[in-house]
């Protein structure tokens, strides 16, 4: 009986962690800073329609934002970065 209790006492444990995990907000990239990369360089981009338009790649990442809590850049938009100018 002690064993079936630490069992699913576990798999709370294991749910809980994941649920939080999935139902973390998603950050609106859209409305920062944008970078393109360049080697292991980050860049900034510029202004969207401006700048740069990203066209569809379907493997490809056009940009990029930086999170200052982790010192981290994350991909926001796919695709490849096009420059207007």
């Known amino acids: 009986?002690?064993?079936?209790?630490?069992?699913?006492?576990?798999?709370?444990?294991?749910?809980?962690?994941?649920?939080?995990?999935?139902?973390k907000a998603k950050v609106?990239?859209?409305?920062?800073?944008?970078?393109?990369?360049?080697g292991n360089n980050y860049y900034p981009a510029g202004e969207y329609g401006i700048d740069y338009v990203c066209e569809w790649d379907h493997f490809g990442t056009c940009t990029y934002y930086y999170d200052p809590g982790s010192k981290t850049y994350y991909?926001?938009?796919?695709?490849?970065i096009l420059w207007v100018r």
């Open 28 to 38: 609106a990239c859209d409305s920062l800073p944008q970078y393109y990369k360049v």
């Open 1 to 23: 009986m002690r064993k079936i209790k630490i069992l699913l006492m576990s798999a709370a444990v294991v749910l809980a962690v994941g649920a939080a995990m999935a139902t």
């Open 75 to 80: 991909p926001c938009k796919a695709g490849k």
